[in-house]
């Protein structure tokens, strides 16, 4: 079993994109520094409420702590094998996050103590 956390600032406003069977997924990547003049890039993928809510909470420049797996990408196309990672999220917590939306029903919530996580990945 895997457990990865990592805390990093997005690169740009999160994408959400809906799948032909009504799934939400949003692609974002996060800025990680190691230390001076070394940074990691991680492109990461979320589903559902975690995707809509990263989309609807954060833009680019927040802080956000992420709970991810790493899975295989490993496909064959035109008689070509590929070989890669995805990086699914878990879960997030909001380190520093932006109401995009206003909305009387989110106002009263303080954000900073909710994990979002999600039971329907479509992984197993």
Do not use: H, W
Not at 62 to 78: A, C, G, M, Q, W
Request: charged share 30%; with cysteine.
């Amino acid at each position: 079993m895997q457990n990865n956390i990592i805390l990093g600032r997005l690169t740009k406003d999160p994408e959400l994109r809906v799948t032909s069977n009504g799934k939400t997924i949003a692609l974002f990547t996060i800025a990680i520094n190691n230390k001076k003049d070394d940074t990691t890039f991680l492109e990461l993928v979320a589903f559902n409420n975690i995707a809509e809510n990263i989309c609807k909470y954060c833009e680019k420049g927040s802080r956000i702590l992420v709970n991810f797996t790493i899975r295989n990408n490993n496909y064959e196309k035109d008689g070509k094998k590929y070989y890669g990672y995805k990086f699914n999220v878990n879960s997030i917590n909001f380190i520093d996050f932006k109401e995009k939306e206003k909305s009387n029903s989110i106002e009263s919530i303080n954000m900073d103590d909710i994990i979002i996580t999600d039971e329907e990945l479509p992984f197993d």
